[in-house]
């Protein structure tokens, strides 16, 4: 049997049957034929062993070497390491959808005997491979599979095409519907929260003048009932309740309200000293000794002062609260790249796990008398100057609050 100049394939060369042989023999004349016209699709005839992971190539088309810039005997190992994903494309009937499925490269590799087997039973394959060639390429690949059971030999007669530029635009669309969609969920988002926010303050605007007159009545008549009587005790329940009831209204006022940031020059020891002045009177009605850890050199953060004031009482307060029975609070100031890191440690009971994913929703509490809206501010107004606040929690050692901010940050002021 005439072997072709420069093949580099198996089965001409191997024991196999005359009529597998002259079948591959015929395939590669067509093939080079068809190469002579100069047409655009890159040809090849992949093969291998029915039950072998190998896959060599019998023949491949010069157009296709010229773009794999290797030689015959190297395209299929040169091919596998260029491959970025393989994507196929498929359509129920009566839907016009069109389902993409992507497989990176590690998992071709790992599930290729169960990708061959399908390309077994279903005869034909279209799919699109990603390339990491000259930037990035596409080719699509269509491709017929004849076995030849007798010799265990799988032939695959394909061609590729470069589908380059309408995958460009494809993605393109793909990146821009991506944009679209995810500022339409903003924008319904902010209207969703605005009316939300409108609904909240006009509702708590009606509820907090009836629940002010009862409490401004239930202080009247107490004035009226002798003291430490069955009914001044009542009046007394009464009036601490509406109080209470008035707070959380105010929380959640202030929580659901739009804020404008103005920012300034801040320094962070100041602010926190400031703060734990502001705590004072807590602190020692409690027995609890706070201790100020900070570095040299800290930066100065460009916030809004008393907003910032607000996010750390509400911090410190909590620390307060996980104290009943004294202790310490340590505060550390700290410089990490790009940032202020502010830790705030109590050695209390600490929080259990399963409930911790909750601790910054909001109206979220452990707490008898508590609203549930202080950690949710604080970590609200925190993520407004572009910082995190996170928890570090154990029922052995406590609670840490650690809070990151942006070192000097120039934008101009921002209203959420």
């Given at each position: 049997?005439?072997?072709?100049?420069?093949?580099?394939?198996?089965?001409?060369?191997?024991?196999?049957?005359?009529?597998?042989?002259?079948?591959?023999?015929?395939?590669?004349?067509?093939?080079?034929?068809?190469?002579?016209?100069?047409?655009?699709?890159?040809?090849?005839?992949?093969?291998?062993?029915?039950?072998?992971?190998?896959?060599?190539?019998?023949?491949?088309?010069?157009?296709?070497?010229?773009?794999?810039?290797?030689?015959?005997?190297?395209?299929?190992?040169?091919?596998?390491?260029?491959?970025?994903?393989?994507?196929?494309?498929?359509?129920?009937?009566?839907?016009?959808?069109?389902?993409?499925?992507?497989?990176?490269?590690?998992?071709?590799?790992e599930d290729e005997d169960c990708l061959?087997?399908?390309?077994?039973?279903?005869?034909?394959?279209?799919?699109?491979?990603?390339?990491?060639?000259?930037?990035?390429?596409?080719?699509?690949?269509?491709?017929?599979?004849?076995?030849?059971?007798?010799?265990?030999?799988?032939?695959?007669?394909?061609?590729?095409?470069?589908?380059?530029?309408?995958?460009?635009?494809?993605?393109?669309?793909?990146?821009?519907?991506?944009?679209?969609?995810?500022?339409?969920?903003?924008?319904?988002?902010?209207?969703?929260?605005?009316?939300?926010?409108?609904?909240?303050?006009?509702?708590?605007?009606?509820?907090?003048?009836?629940?002010?007159?009862?409490?401004?009545?239930?202080?009247?008549?107490?004035?009226?009932c002798e003291p430490e009587t069955k009914?001044?005790?009542?009046?007394?329940?009464?009036?601490?309740?509406?109080?209470?009831?008035?707070?959380?209204?105010?929380?959640?006022?202030?929580?659901?309200?739009?804020?404008?940031?103005?920012?300034?020059?801040?320094?962070?020891?100041?602010?926190?000293?400031?703060?734990?002045?502001?705590?004072?009177?807590?602190?020692?009605?409690?027995?609890?000794?706070?201790?100020?850890?900070?570095?040299?050199?800290?930066?100065?953060?460009?916030?809004?002062?008393?907003?910032?004031?607000?996010?750390?009482?509400?911090?410190?307060?909590?620390?307060?609260?996980?104290?009943?029975?004294?202790?310490?609070?340590?505060?550390?100031?700290?410089?990490?790249?790009?940032?202020?890191?502010?830790?705030?440690?109590?050695?209390?009971?600490?929080?259990?796990?399963?409930?911790?994913?909750?601790?910054?929703?909001?109206?979220?509490?452990?707490?008898?008398?508590?609203?549930?809206?202080?950690?949710?501010?604080?970590?609200?107004?925190?993520?407004?100057?572009?910082?995190?606040?996170?928890?570090?929690?154990?029922?052995?050692?406590?609670?840490?609050?650690?809070?990151?901010?942006?070192?000097?940050?120039?934008?101009?002021?921002?209203?959420?």
């Amino acid at each position: 049997m005439l072997i072709p100049q420069g093949y580099t394939g198996r089965i001409l060369k191997g024991s196999y049957s005359q009529a597998l042989c002259e079948h591959v023999q015929h395939s590669i004349e067509r093939l080079e034929n068809f190469e002579r016209l100069g047409l655009a699709p890159m040809v090849y005839v992949a093969a291998w062993q029915e039950r072998d992971k190998v896959i060599w190539y019998e023949f491949v088309g010069q157009r296709f070497l010229r773009f794999l810039d290797c030689s015959a005997d190297q395209a299929a190992t040169r091919f596998r390491s260029l491959v970025l994903d393989q994507r196929t494309y498929s359509s129920h009937e009566g839907d016009l959808a069109v389902q993409e499925e992507i497989i990176p490269s590690d998992r071709l590799r790992e599930d290729e005997d169960c990708l061959r087997e399908h390309r077994l039973q279903t005869g034909r394959m279209e799919a699109i491979y990603k390339m990491n060639l000259a930037g990035t390429s596409w080719l699509k690949d269509s491709s017929v599979l004849e076995i030849w059971p007798a010799d265990g030999i799988c032939l695959s007669f394909g061609c590729l095409t470069d589908v380059s530029k309408e995958m460009e635009q494809k993605d393109q669309i793909h990146r821009e519907n991506l944009v679209v969609q995810r500022d339409k969920s903003i924008l319904v988002a902010a209207e969703r929260t605005n009316a939300l926010n409108n609904m909240a303050a006009r509702l708590c605007h009606e509820i907090r003048n009836p629940i002010a007159s009862l409490g401004g009545l239930a202080r009247r008549i107490q004035t009226m009932c002798e003291p430490e009587t069955k009914m001044a005790r009542y009046l007394e329940v009464v009036e601490h309740e509406t109080g209470r009831l008035e707070k959380i209204l105010a929380g959640f006022v202030a929580y659901t309200r739009s804020l404008e940031l103005r920012r300034e020059m801040v320094d962070p020891r100041t602010l926190l000293s400031s703060v734990l002045s502001l705590l004072k009177t807590d602190l020692e009605n409690q027995g609890i000794e706070p201790l100020l850890h900070d570095q040299p050199d800290l930066p100065a953060l460009f916030i809004d002062r008393e907003l910032m004031e607000e996010a750390f009482l509400h911090v410190v307060k909590n620390g307060i609260e996980a104290l009943p029975g004294g202790g310490t609070i340590e505060c550390f100031l700290e410089r990490t790249e790009g940032a202020l890191r502010i830790r705030i440690r109590d050695h209390g009971a600490g929080i259990q796990e399963n409930l911790r994913a909750r601790i910054f929703e909001p109206f979220f509490t452990t707490k008898v008398y508590g609203a549930g809206l202080g950690l949710s501010m604080a970590d609200k107004i925190i993520q407004m100057h572009g910082g995190t606040l996170g928890l570090q929690a154990g029922q052995e050692r406590g609670t840490e609050a650690v809070i990151l901010l942006p070192e000097q940050e120039t934008t101009e002021n921002s209203t959420v």
